[in-house]
């Protein structure tokens, strides 16, 4: 199975900083990687699909980009409601596979 | 706009069955894969697998044919088994609807399962 890894684990950062955190596939997966954001006690959110498009309803300070084996997702001016946890996930061939979570918090 | 609501027992003890169902509201039955996901603390987010309208299925090789996924087309619901459960799959339980190719859009609220003698 392909392995995804994100880093960094955790991050702490203040409202309107810029933040990008990684993730990284064991091996290419074209551009097939979608970004989640989750709230304590909440499901995941579908935040970003196939790299870089943005899912219906998201806000544009959210942006994503790689392809291959190395991708990011960046919050160009972070806010207070986007204090969460973020999980990258290879999609298109199962074994759908996520990453071990990015926790930002605030500083 | 989908929504899903799920339902099933909260607490196991080793070696039994977990039964879970999630119902669909609004939006199409037909034409998404309805999902399995959990989430626990030593192992994150873990697909268990998916069914599809029609019956067709996938699963997680990792848990090695325990799972099993049925859909009642009927009542727009769907369900997962897990045999022989142990402390390890103790974890929270979310139904998801899968629009494309691994992309889940609509989750359910999720439910604990603990696992313990």
């Known amino acids: 199975d392909i392995q995804m890894t994100q880093s960094p684990s955790s991050l702490s950062a203040s409202v309107g900083d810029r933040v990008t955190i990684t993730c990284r596939a064991s091996q290419s997966i074209s551009s097939h990687l979608s970004w989640y954001q989750q709230k304590p006690g909440k499901a995941p959110k579908l935040l970003i699909y196939e790299a870089s498009n943005l899912q219906s309803g998201v806000p544009s300070r959210f942006s994503g980009s790689g392809s291959g084996t190395d991708f990011t997702l960046t919050i160009s001016s972070l806010q207070r409601e986007d204090f969460a946890t973020y999980y990258c996930?290879?999609?298109?061939?199962?074994?759908?596979?996520f990453g071990q979570g990015t926790k930002v918090e605030i500083k | 706009q989908v929504q899903l609501q799920q339902w099933g027992a909260g607490l196991l003890k080793p070696s039994e069955t977990l039964s879970l169902t999630c119902a669909v509201y609004g939006g199409s039955f037909s034409g998404y894969y309805w999902t399995w996901i959990r989430q626990s603390p030593g192992k994150g987010l873990e697909w268990i697998g998916e069914i599809h309208h029609s019956g067709s299925t996938h699963y997680n090789p990792s848990l090695k044919s325990r799972a099993t996924i049925s859909v009642d087309t009927s009542k727009n619901q769907f369900s997962l088994n897990l045999t022989s459960v142990t402390a390890a799959d103790t974890a929270v339980y979310y139904c998801?609807?899968?629009?494309?190719?691994?992309?889940?859009?609509?989750w359910g609220q999720g439910t604990l399962v603990t696992v313990s003698s």
């Open positions: 998801a609807s899968d629009y494309g190719s691994g992309l889940f859009d609509n």
């Open positions: 996930q290879k999609s298109y061939i199962t074994p759908w596979t």
